[in-house]
């Protein structure tokens, strides 16, 4: 089984910049895609940016040209720099991972990381 955690979440002002991280841990044959998605006030949970373990990366368009996802598989972590952040970017973030165990297909979570913009 893999457990994801994540860091790196805070406040910061508009224009700033955080960098989250998560690292996954436990036993898998393979992890695949691994993403971010967030959750603001009210709102419900949506994906912010996926990469494969290819390094194939895809974002949502109200983040494009700002953050940037990467992962390191010998560490089995992804990153993800926010740069250029917004209000409307306050939110929980969490790590999602799609992996292979020996009896298949499986999707994680982590618990998530606050993340508050400031106007």
């Known amino acids: 089984q893999v457990q994801l955690a994540e860091s790196g979440g805070g406040l910061v002002q508009a224009g700033g910049s955080l960098r989250l991280s998560c690292a996954a841990s436990?036993?898998?044959?393979?992890?695949?895609?691994m993403g971010w998605y967030r959750q603001g006030p009210g709102k419900q949970r949506e994906l912010v940016a996926t990469i494969s373990s290819g390094g194939i990366s895809s974002y949502v368009d109200s983040v494009k040209g700002r953050f940037t996802i990467s992962r390191d598989n010998a560490k089995m972590t992804v990153l993800l720099q926010m740069d250029g952040l917004k209000p409307e970017d306050t939110a929980v973030y969490y790590c999602n991972a799609q992996y292979q165990d020996f009896v298949g297909p499986k999707i994680t979570w982590g618990r998530g990381t606050q993340v508050t913009v400031s106007s």
């Open positions: 436990g036993i898998a044959l393979r992890i695949n895609d």
